[in-house]
């Protein structure tokens, strides 16, 4: 018996143990991880709040790291540009985007000490500032996924520094006047530079023992030289770049990495190639001789600068939103749309009921970004639609096949009824009350439902055609007051409210028969009683 | 026509010394610097054109700056400014450790040498530099040997023009 209790004293404890344990352990990650549990299904919910940076909104933060030490991972902190410079030094350390307002105007300001930002977690987005008088402006240290689009990086001793960063975008930022390099790569593979405008610092990308980069669409000009790789950097791709007046080298390269992307796509433009075209194909008949050792060619060097170009960016933001239920059928359709060239677009319009894959096409052209289907909508229907925009030379971009369903037809329900009928009475007699306002918004028959208030209900009753009037009698048996109450429905379920009328029973007829047989009886009583009545 | 005769010059310079530790200064300028330190921040050599001061820094192993010292340094101008040569003083930030350098500089690449006080670690540099005479500024990234490796510095100076 004891050795029983043992047992499952010992037992009890380990059950708790465990349970304890696992709380302990589950409980935090769960909460760190922002999961909820629904009907035994696990969700994760992805928390994307906005934090403001100046401006003048409720709540908003005055220095952009505090708004960075406040956000969790997914979050946005958006800094406007009223409260700029920022004098900070950034540290980030969670996946966030931070967004300035307008790039020229939203300043963060290393006052010559220390890094502007540096950046120690993964995909973190930068986009939409003014990074200057920092040692480095971007210090990014072993991550991955970061984006660095749209910003204007200068005066800085280094813009961009990399360290063991991999996978990462750096496009369409302004990088100047740096003391140093301008992008300073360094063990870091498989990034992209595009797009960005490397001028006029002393090296314009300085890649240090990186590999396997891709380098197109640039520009570098006045920089003392325009691409240097050392340290065993090979296998960097790097084509489609316009190198202007950098002072010593557009480039120099000691190992091995390609110059040009082929024929007929071409290599980089070259201010100093001498070289002639004598097909007129665009492309120098001569390789252009990268200086250094690695022996490296632009087997293909351009005559003329590389013009990029970009398409616009995948239309976003739509209303109703993808997936939507219940949208209003007259609902207008809008989107948002941006071209990384900043030029004019016009917009396709593809929108159908029922097909996922909307080939109608029901407006072409247009320059605003949104669309009235002007009462083609239907109760209750499936409707997808895509975007495509058009740039002014011609690229375009397809967005998503966006999908809402449209709601029901809404059903009115009828009028709360006015009872019309006498408001006095004598039990056992039988009144008629009748309902005049019948008339229902959408025409609908309609039926009725009698409470008498003394128990006694009518059921429902009908139909009964729109603005019929509706009447129904009934006698209270009882004295007292009384409460007639009535509503109506449509012949979809729609409820009125109740109406109401209330009933005063003040005599019996019972006792009123009772005192007329006795007088009818005593003819001597009933004229003492009339003759006294008329003395009054 | 002037810059790739520099350049020129600068090629055959380079290309005529087996490694950048043995760069060979005009001799009187490699003999001031290691036989007779001349110089001193207070006296001015008669040839100076200006003097030069800032601050030197490398990259730590996760690519941050780190600055090391302070240099100091006079220069003198040839070939209508584009061109010139400089001899001063590197100190440590803790001052511990100084040391003379003495370099020639052709528009924006320049080359030199430099030893340490009280040891025997002598070494090269080349590297590009930048003059900016909007703000005075002058900035250089070198490739500096060692005893047995290389490594890179930074320098971040300004300059005065003596009238």
């Given at each position: 018996m004891i050795k029983m209790k043992k047992y499952y004293i010992k037992k009890g404890i380990i059950i708790f143990t465990l349970i304890f344990f696992i709380s302990t352990i589950a409980i935090p990650i769960i909460n760190?991880?922002?999961?909820?549990?629904?009907?035994?299904?696990?969700?994760?919910?992805?928390?994307?709040?906005?934090?403001?940076?100046?401006?003048?909104?409720?709540?908003?933060?005055?220095?952009?790291?505090?708004?960075?030490?406040?956000?969790?991972?997914?979050?946005?902190?958006?800094?406007?540009?009223d409260s700029s410079p920022y004098l900070e030094h950034l540290i980030i350390s969670k996946t966030i985007n931070l967004i300035g307002e307008d790039k020229s105007l939203t300043i963060i300001d290393g006052s010559n000490t220390g890094n502007c930002i540096k950046i120690t977690a993964d995909s973190v987005v930068i986009n939409g500032f003014t990074i200057k008088k920092g040692l480095i402006g971007i210090s990014v240290v072993q991550s991955s996924g970061i984006e660095i689009k749209n910003n204007i990086i200068k005066n800085n001793w280094e813009g961009i520094g990399l360290y063991q960063v991999t996978n990462s975008t750096f496009f369409k930022n302004s990088i100047t006047d740096n003391d140093f390099e301008g992008i300073s790569p360094i063990q870091s593979t498989v990034n992209t530079f595009?797009?960005?405008?490397?001028?006029?610092?002393?090296?314009?990308?300085?890649?240090?023992?990186?590999?396997?980069?891709?380098?197109?669409?640039?520009?570098?000009?006045?920089?003392?030289?325009?691409?240097?790789?050392?340290?065993?950097?090979d296998n960097n791709k790097i084509y489609h770049n316009n190198f202007f007046a950098n002072d010593e080298d557009n480039a120099f390269d000691d190992f091995s990495n390609t110059w040009d992307d082929d024929y007929p796509?071409?290599?980089?433009?070259?201010?100093?190639?001498?070289?002639e075209d004598s097909n007129g194909d665009g492309i120098g008949d001569t390789p252009y001789n990268i200086p250094g050792d690695g022996n490296n060619k632009d087997n293909y060097p351009l005559m003329e600068p590389y013009i990029p170009q970009y398409p616009p960016d995948p239309p976003y933001n739509p209303f109703p939103p993808n997936g939507a239920t219940g949208?209003?059928?007259?609902?207008?359709?809008?989107?948002?749309?941006?071209?990384?060239?900043?030029?004019?677009?016009?917009?396709?319009?593809?929108?159908?009921?029922n097909n996922p894959v909307p080939t109608e096409l029901v407006s072409n052209n247009q320059t605003e970004n949104s669309y009235d289907p002007i009462g083609s909508m239907e109760f209750n229907t499936d409707y997808y639609w895509q975007i495509v925009a058009w740039d002014s030379k011609g690229a375009s971009t397809s967005g998503p096949i966006w999908h809402f369903v449209t709601g029901l037809e809404y059903n009115y329900p009828p009028p709360s009824p006015m009872i019309d009928g006498p408001t006095k009475g004598v039990p056992g007699v039988e009144y008629i009350y009748c309902i005049q306002n019948t008339v229902d918004p959408d025409g609908d028959d309609v039926y009725v439902y009698w409470d008498w208030g003394d128990g006694?209900?009518?059921?429902?009753?009908?139909?009964?055609?729109?603005?019929?009037?509706?009447?129904?009698?009934?006698?209270?048996?009882?004295?007292?007051?009384?409460?007639?109450?009535?509503?109506?429905?449509?012949?979809?379920?729609?409820?009125s409210a109740w109406g109401e009328l209330s009933v005063k029973m003040p005599r019996s007829l019972d006792l009123h028969n009772r005192i007329f047989d006795i007088l009818s009886k005593n003819t001597q009583l009933y004229f003492l009683i009339t003759y006294l009545l008329k003395l009054i | 026509m002037k810059k790739i005769l520099a350049i020129l010059l600068v090629g055959?310079?380079?290309?005529?010394?087996?490694?950048?530790?043995s760069i060979n200064l005009p001799s009187i300028y490699r003999r001031q610097i290691i036989d007779k330190p001349i110089i001193k921040t207070t006296d001015v050599p008669d040839w100076a054109d200006g003097n030069i001061t800032g601050i030197y820094a490398l990259k730590n192993e996760t690519g941050e700056y780190e600055i090391l010292g302070n240099i100091f340094a006079y220069y003198h101008l040839f070939w209508?400014?584009?061109?010139?040569?400089?001899?001063?003083?590197?100190?440590?930030?803790?001052?511990?450790?100084t040391g003379q350098f003495s370099g020639?500089?052709?528009?924006?690449?320049?080359?030199?040498?430099?030893?340490?006080?009280?040891?025997?670690?002598?070494?090269?540099?080349?590297?590009?530099?930048?003059?900016?005479?909007?703000?005075?500024?002058?900035?250089?990234?070198?490739?500096?040997?060692?005893?047995?490796?290389?490594?890179?510095?930074?320098?971040?100076?300004?300059?005065?023009?003596?009238e």
């Open positions: 760190s991880n922002q999961v909820s549990i629904k009907n035994n299904s696990v969700i994760w919910e992805e928390r994307a709040d906005i934090l403001y940076v100046g401006g003048s909104g409720p709540g908003n933060y005055s220095k952009i790291q505090n708004a960075i030490n406040d956000a969790s991972n997914g979050d946005t902190v958006f800094v406007f540009h595009s797009g960005n405008k490397i001028n006029w610092n002393l090296y314009g990308l300085f890649l240090s023992n990186s590999d396997n980069n891709f380098i197109y669409e640039n520009e570098m000009k006045g920089n003392s030289r325009g691409i240097e790789t050392t340290d065993n950097s796509s071409g290599g980089n433009y070259w201010d100093d190639y001498t070289g949208v209003d059928v007259n609902a207008t359709l809008s989107w948002l749309c941006n071209d990384p060239d900043g030029d004019d677009l016009t917009y396709d319009v593809y929108f159908e009921s006694a209900t009518s059921g429902w009753l009908g139909p009964y055609s729109s603005g019929e009037e509706i009447c129904s009698s009934h006698a209270w048996n009882d004295t007292g007051i009384f409460t007639i109450g009535a509503q109506l429905k449509d012949e979809f379920g729609a409820l | 055959i310079f380079v290309v005529s010394i087996p490694a950048a530790a209508g400014n584009s061109s010139g040569y400089y001899v001063g003083l590197w100190e440590s930030l803790d001052g511990n450790q020639w500089f052709f528009y924006h690449i320049t080359l030199g040498y430099y030893n340490s006080t009280g040891s025997n670690d002598t070494g090269g540099f080349i590297g590009l530099m930048n003059v900016n005479e909007s703000d005075m500024t002058i900035k250089s990234v070198a490739m500096v040997s060692g005893a047995d490796d290389y490594f890179i510095r930074y320098a971040s100076c300004t300059y005065t023009k003596f």
